[in-house]
């Protein structure tokens, strides 16, 4: 089909006289299309009018969209059950003129932020190799929505601990903190109720953005847009900076992280045609300055040390002095260290284990000279309390202990009952002569015992039975 621009061509050639023949020669068109151009006499594309395949079966296809939940494919299947001869793209091509089944397209803006406005924050789940294996992590982002300075790390969790812990170091890195807010998406690691504007966040964090003179914002439900800045950088990191590395422990990951974005950051950007670092330079002096003294962010726990001297905590154990074993102490977990204080003068510090990896952590001023240690007995709880009460039936004790095919404990339990509970002669006397044939299934000496006990201590007289 001629544009309006071909047609105005043709008509104005042929009004300066030039023929049908060289009009169709130097515009490549056919004699026959310049004539019926000539004809209409109009540089209008004529409307296209031509019937949809669709068009009869509009009122079935909006019951179907319904009942079909939005899915089009069924609408056709069903179409074609009910004897429809519509093909699947015309369906959608029908669909699409018409606005059936779809969301108008919006356009989405664009955004302008003065120097040290606005900081974004946002998480998101990635996988890394650590430590040989594959596992997933949660990276943390901040980003100054003027200079588009980046700045990340990597936790196993995300929590309101690790959420405080990370921004304090992005403002650290940035060299000071946005004057009017720190914009993220309605998570509740910072919001306490509410959504976008309505947002509320928790107490903890509405007093932590204070300390550093800024305030928490949550973008409208649905608008991820306006948290723009901060979501493109997480396709560079997994694409670029976790793609072909591997770390062997949390430290040397986040330390590279740390080491990329210096790198990136002055990286001349195609889609803003500058250098994040050369914009931080005007963008800095704007930054609120940061306090004079920044306080260490943590969590407070409270623990009982248990009997072998450790205090347990994320699923790790840390070892204490053995004095202190039975007492209550406090916990204080920070970034890299674990702080465990019995009292004002007893203080214990241990390096912290990023997450629960089932260790144990014994420094060495914990551990007991060699031969002073406590002792372990090889006995049971259950075997020495028999030997003490009836030690006549050591060997019977040990020969049980290798023949039973019950659980050991149980066995001994069952017998210390036995110990506790009938005479020590019956007892004895049956035992002895379980013994001497090699009998150690525990129930048959019960009944063994029960006889002794019921022919020795429970005879009638005769005389008694008379009267």
Same mark, same amino acid.
């Given at each position: 089909m001629l544009s309006q621009a071909q047609r105005s061509a043709i008509l104005e050639l042929n009004?300066?006289?030039?023929?049908?023949?060289?009009?169709?020669?130097?515009?490549?068109?056919?004699?026959? *299309?310049?004539?019926?151009?000539?004809?209409?006499?109009?540089?209008?594309?004529?409307?296209?009018?031509?019937?949809?395949k669709a068009e009869p079966y509009r009122q079935q296809i909006l019951e179907l969209l319904t009942n079909c939940k939005g899915n089009l494919v069924r609408v056709q299947e069903e179409l074609a059950a009910q004897g429809a001869t519509l093909s699947y793209q015309a369906l959608t091509a029908f669909c699409r003129r018409h606005g059936i089944g779809q969301l108008p397209t919006v356009a989405a803006g664009h955004y302008h932020f003065q120097p040290g406005e606005e900081l974004q924050h946002d998480t998101s789940p990635h996988e890394v190799v650590?430590?040989?294996?594959?596992?997933k992590v949660q990276t943390a982002s901040a980003v100054l929505c003027y200079s588009r300075m980046l700045f990340f790390q990597l936790y196993p969790t995300?929590?309101?601990?690790?959420?405080?812990?990370?921004? *304090?170091?992005?403002l650290r890195y940035f060299g000071g903190a946005p004057v009017q807010r720190v914009m993220i998406d309605n998570t509740h690691v910072v919001v306490l109720r509410g959504t976008g504007s309505q947002m509320v966040p928790v107490a903890e964090m509405a007093a932590f953005a204070e300390r550093f003179g800024f305030r928490f914002q949550a973008h409208e439900r649905g608008d991820a847009n306006r948290s723009g800045r901060v979501e493109r950088p997480f396709h560079f990191i997994e694409h670029n900076f976790l793609a072909g590395r591997t770390f062997a422990s949390w430290e040397e990951l986040n330390q590279q992280a740390r080491q990329w974005c210096d790198r990136?950051?002055? *990286?001349?950007?195609?889609?803003?045609?500058?250098?994040?670092?050369? %914009?931080?330079? %005007?963008?800095?002096?704007?930054?609120?300055?940061?306090?004079?003294?920044?306080?260490?962010?943590?969590?407070?726990?409270?623990? *009982?040390?248990?009997?072998?001297?450790?205090?347990? %905590?994320?699923?790790?154990?840390?070892?204490?002095?053995?004095?202190?074993i039975g007492r209550r102490v406090e916990v204080r977990e920070s970034k890299d260290k674990v702080e465990i204080q019995l009292d004002a003068r007893n203080l214990v510090t241990h390096r912290r284990i990023a997450e629960a990896e089932h260790q144990r952590v014994m420094l060495p001023q914990h551990r007991a000279p060699w031969g002073q240690g406590a002792r372990r007995s090889d006995l049971?709880?259950?075997?020495e309390a028999i030997l003490k009460a009836v030690p006549e039936i050591a060997d019977y004790v040990t020969a049980l202990t290798k023949h039973s095919r019950k659980l050991v404990v149980l066995v001994l339990r069952q017998l210390l009952r036995f110990v506790r509970e009938y005479p020590r002669g019956p007892l004895l006397a049956a035992v002895r002569e379980a013994a001497r044939y090699g009998l150690y299934d525990l129930d048959r000496v019960e009944r063994?015992?029960?006889?002794?006990?019921?022919?020795?201590?429970f005879l009638l007289n005769n005389d008694d039975e008379g009267e």
């Open positions: 009004a300066k006289g030039v023929s049908k023949r060289e009009i169709a020669r130097v515009l490549k068109l056919s004699r026959l *299309t310049i004539r019926k151009v000539l004809r209409s006499n109009s540089s209008q594309v004529p409307p296209l009018s031509r019937p949809e650590l430590g040989g294996k594959r596992r995300f929590q309101r601990f690790d959420c405080k812990v990370f921004l *304090t170091e992005a990136v950051n002055a *990286t001349y950007k195609k889609h803003i045609r500058a250098v994040p670092r050369e %914009l931080f330079v %005007l963008e800095q002096s704007h930054l609120r300055p940061l306090p004079a003294w920044i306080p260490e962010v943590y969590r407070l726990h409270e623990r *009982t040390v248990d009997v072998d001297g450790y205090v347990a %905590l994320h699923c790790n154990r840390y070892s204490v002095p053995v004095s202190w049971h709880v259950e075997q063994m015992i029960l006889r002794q006990v019921a022919r020795d201590y």
